[in-house]
């Protein structure tokens, strides 16, 4: 019996079992794998206003209520510099700033977020005026794809600005005293943004010296 | 995803009212675990209620020298409180050891203890899983159940709990505080709080339908040493393995709860008596009833491994 099941299962599915599980490895999401046991809600969607103010911008936009911040800023929006890599939270593509701290916007809903401020990698910088992070990465080579690298850098400032706060992390050794800037606090409080590439050693170089410049 | 209808709720009690006026009607916090599922169709609400703005976002201390911890206070905001990491580190260790900075910064208490299994058929609704449809049957018995449990299972579900912060709150003795639709609150204790599987792994935990958690309250700071020891497949950014939480005395008394092995937060009082003899005592007493899978018996050893190591630590 046991043998059977395991049988069943392809190798697709025990990674994706990994995924979700001990490991939350970013992967393709299970698209509509649940659509044929789930209950039938028969309701239409349903369309709802909320206003956002984006890099600076008020939008007034009329959303069904599904649409995730992600979604509502990628395709409503066309801001596309906010990256989708798996939808559930488990690679950190998505990192924006709302309200100044970094979250993931595949798991919250845009109706959530009315009148707040949310910020994306548009708005931190422009090709000629780079952001200080912005040029970091570039300088220190801290990607190769470039497909995590929005998320990264968001999350970055982000995470700076809870280090600077004092807020302790995983690593930290004394929990009440302040935490301090180094290799090992970078990697463990940036490991909510995966890099498929790997640039992890010149991220951690692109931060700390960011860092130094109080990006 | 399912359509629904969505409603920002302005107090604890318009949030009831609604819950029961909306039957399958979910709370929605920091929507990390419930717009997980429902991307998935594996929770299909109707109707939400944002309970964002309900201004149960607050720390508290009480009146006996304990705290009070509101039911939306973000994860990262109470680890980095300041009474959290002096009088109660246990619980800020569980917190930094748990997801990523960016779901922290949106992961509530309320959610946080709340949030359903990462049992991997749990999610797959191709194959059998009497959590998620009663009935269907138990794929992780013969199947992958690497991180599954191995103390408080049934022949239905052997399904573990993935809170770390549960673990903590259950060694601190904390009282989960709540308010009915019909107005009146109540408090439970975290031990009492959890359902274990039986014959119904559908039902997890004691509260009841449009039940809204307002609050986690604390006794006065227990003192001791607090280690909260954590092993998984990574260093950062997975889910436990199995989990030690113990507070070690000047005397040698203390307290154990473990995590990532049962369908809840798990402390044996009893077992806790052994903690003079040893990490290896009271292992043994905490892993008497454990009924393991060819794929997760290596937990037994891990269990008493992980618990010497933090006892260790504790001591030294
Ligand atoms: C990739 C990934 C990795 C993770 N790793 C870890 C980890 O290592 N350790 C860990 O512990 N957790 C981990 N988590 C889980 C995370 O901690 C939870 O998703 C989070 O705590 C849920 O809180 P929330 O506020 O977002 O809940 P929501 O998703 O908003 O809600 C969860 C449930 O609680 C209900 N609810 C919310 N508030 C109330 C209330 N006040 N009263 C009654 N019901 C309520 C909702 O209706 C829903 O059913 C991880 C999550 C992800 C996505
Ligand atoms: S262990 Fe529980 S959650 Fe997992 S498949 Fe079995 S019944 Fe479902
Ligand atoms: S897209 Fe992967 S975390 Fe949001
Ligand atoms: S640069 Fe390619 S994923 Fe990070």
Redesign the interface.
Known sequence: ??D???L??TRR??L???A?????AALP??SG???????Q?A????Q?RVRLRINGEVHSLEL???T?LLDALREHLQLTGTKKGC???QC?AC?VLLDG????AC???A??H?GAELTTIEGLGTPGRLHPMQAAFVKHDAFQCGYCTPGQIC?AL??LD?LR??????V?AD??AAPTLSADEI???????LCRCGAYSNLVEAITEAAGSRA | ??????E?AGSPQAAVASAAAHP?ARF?A???NL??LM????E?P?H?I?V?GLGLDQIEGTADGGLRIGALVRN?DL??D?RV??DY?LL??AL??G?????R??ATTAGNLLQRT????F?????PCNK??PGSGC?AL???S??HAILGVSEACIAAHPSDMAVALRALDAVVETLRPDGSTRSLALADFHRLPGETPQVEHALEPGELIVAVTLPPPPGGRHVYRKV??????????VAVAVIVQPDGRGRVALGGVAPKPWRLEAAEAELPRGASAVATALLAEARTT?ENAYKTLLVERTLAAALAEARS
């Open positions: 019996m046991d059977c099941l395991h069943k299962i599915r025990l994706i079992a990994s979700v599980s001990a490991s939350a999401s299970l794998a649940a659509s044929r046991d789930a209950p809600t309701a239409a969607p349903v709802q069904d209520t599904r995730t939808d559930h939270g950190g990192t701290r970094r979250i993931n798991l919250t809903l109706v959530m009315e999350s982000g995470m809870e706060a004092g807020q302790p992390s995983h930290s929990l009440e990697r463990e409080r940036m490991s909510g943004n | 995803m399912k359509p629904f209808t969505y920002r399958g929605i920091g929507g990390t717009l997980d991307k998935l169709e594996i299909t109707a939400l944002d964002n990262s680890a980095a300041a990491r002096r580190a800020a260790r930094l050891s997801a990523s900075g960016q779901l910064n949106r990462r049992c991997p058929y999610y797959d609704s191709d194959l998620r449809l794929a013969g199947g992958y690497r991180q998984r497949d990574r260093a950062s950014y997975a889910f436990a393995l060819r």
